[in-house]
């Protein structure tokens, strides 16, 4: 299986690179909120109309669960198919996630 990552243009892998530096030592949590923060505010820059940024948004978020479930096995464990050294190295909407309990 190949790494989505790098398969990315050379300047989405040098954004992913720096925002992996800035975001090193800080919690899960934390790097899931600025990246989602990230990830609302561009594309409300992108998109004029808010069908088009549900459009975006949906299409976006299909292609990363696919991603995200790349990483699994059949039996729901995870995969180690990418090298060790793409660790998230990852600031400020709360976004109220629910834990599992």
Same mark, same amino acid.
């Given at each position: *299986?190949?790494?989505? #990552? #790098?398969? &990315?243009?050379? &300047? =989405?892998?040098?954004?992913?690179?720096?925002?992996?530096?800035?975001?090193?030592?800080? +919690?899960?949590?934390?790097? /899931? &909120?600025? =990246?989602? &923060?990230?990830? /609302?505010? =561009?594309?409300?820059?992108?998109?004029?109309?808010?069908? +088009? =940024?549900?459009? #975006?948004?949906?299409?976006?978020?299909?292609? @990363?669960? +696919?991603? #995200?479930?790349?990483?699994?096995? @059949?039996?729901?464990?995870?995969?180690?198919? $990418?090298? $060790?050294?793409?660790?998230?190295?990852?600031?400020? /909407?709360?976004?109220? *996630?629910?834990?599992?309990?």
């Amino acid at each position: *299986m190949s790494d989505p #990552l #790098l398969q &990315n243009t050379y &300047n =989405a892998r040098q954004l992913f690179q720096s925002f992996s530096h800035v975001s090193h030592g800080f +919690g899960t949590l934390d790097v /899931v &909120n600025a =990246a989602l &923060n990230i990830l /609302v505010n =561009a594309i409300r820059q992108a998109e004029p109309t808010k069908k +088009g =940024a549900s459009d #975006l948004w949906d299409e976006l978020t299909s292609r @990363s669960k +696919g991603h #995200l479930m790349d990483g699994y096995d @059949s039996t729901g464990r995870k995969r180690g198919i $990418y090298p $060790y050294t793409q660790t998230l190295i990852a600031n400020p /909407v709360n976004f109220k *996630m629910k834990r599992p309990g």
